[in-house]
């Protein structure tokens, strides 16, 4: 008997342990863009694959960048259990992309949420520096349901080019969680632009009161960096999608989400070439990236 409760209660622990990881992600959906349906890889070719991703995976708090309004209704829609916070960058409302921040609502209560522009003036609806377009980063507080444990989740897209704004937006974004998070746990997420060797890198997790999950994770599935330009067969030691999170947390996992689908047919119905039964007939089809970027994910237990 004694046995028994032990083992119960050695059940009932692990199980709570493991309740009170967050799984999060990162994800650059690629914009709405014309031009990508040239070759098939429009958002309306890819749009299913990544919800169905989404939901499969379960992401607990995700943020995703390029979000155009069109795309974040059609996110609404397929993913029923999210709610989201985020404005769009261009007018403070819907014109523009988004960098919204997802949560689970059966599992988080939203305290408070905002936007503020990568700038001089974050305040305000502006661009910064050298920054070829209007930059933001969006943010939640949250409150998890099962425990009360409080935290701020937040998404951002650097500019591609503007290296001054690169690393004065890092600025801008250490700046709000000094003063506004005030020593709650943090998880900052994004398509940040730039790899693991760069200055503005290293300002989030080498000088700041930042980690990057990639270097906490016990396990790691990393075959390649997170941009592939939709070409599958690119492979790249940079990472430059990233997601960081306030000392002191742990995290047990951490991947390099590498989806593919098949697309367009190569050749008809055909008998394997392998030793599989004779019954079974497949078509080689062309393999296709969800988006330009992979996701980067993370199982995180805060401080």
């Not at 993913?79 to 404005?87: I, N, T, W």
């Not at 700046?175 to 290293?202: A, W």
């Not at 080498?206 to 999950?213: E, I, N, V």
Request: charged letters at 30%; aromatic letters at 14%; one cysteine or more.
């Amino acid at each position: 008997m004694r046995r028994f409760l032990l083992n119960l209660l050695a059940v009932i622990f692990a199980f709570s342990a493991t309740a009170q990881e967050l799984n999060v992600a990162s994800i650059n959906i690629r914009l709405n863009s014309k031009k990508d349906y040239k070759r098939q890889n429009g958002w309306d070719d890819r749009k299913s694959y990544i919800f169905d991703m989404i939901n499969f995976e379960g992401f607990d708090v995700f943020g995703a960048q390029e979000v155009k309004k069109r795309q974040l209704d059609d996110m609404l829609n397929a993913l029923p259990d999210y709610g989201y916070v985020g404005v769009g960058r261009d007018d403070g409302a819907k014109k523009g992309e988004f960098s919204p921040v997802f949560y689970r609502k059966d599992k988080f209560k939203l305290l408070d949420s905002g936007t503020f522009w990568l700038s001089e003036t974050p305040d305000e609806v502006s661009k910064g520096w050298d920054a070829v377009c209007r930059r933001v980063c969006s943010w939640g507080y949250f409150q998890r349901k099962s425990d009360k444990k409080r935290f701020y989740f937040l998404s951002t897209h650097l500019d591609h080019r503007g290296k001054v704004a690169q690393i004065e937006g890092a600025k801008v974004i250490l700046n709000f969680i000094k003063k506004s998070c005030k020593g709650k746990p943090v998880i900052l997420v994004g398509d940040f632009n730039v790899t693991q060797n760069s200055d503005c890198y290293k300002s989030f997790a080498k000088r700041g009161s930042l980690k990057d999950a990639y270097e906490l994770a016990k396990y790691r599935f990393a075959p390649t960096g997170t941009f592939n330009g939709f070409n599958p067969n690119r492979c790249t030691n940079s990472r430059i999608d990233h997601i960081f999170v306030s000392k002191g947390s742990r995290v047990s996992r951490y991947g390099v989400l590498t989806y593919h689908y098949f697309g367009e047919s190569l050749s008809g119905e055909q008998p394997m070439d392998t030793a599989a039964p004779k019954e079974i007939k497949g078509e080689l089809r062309k393999v296709k990236c969800i988006s330009d970027h992979y996701p980067v994910q993370a199982f995180v237990t805060l401080k």
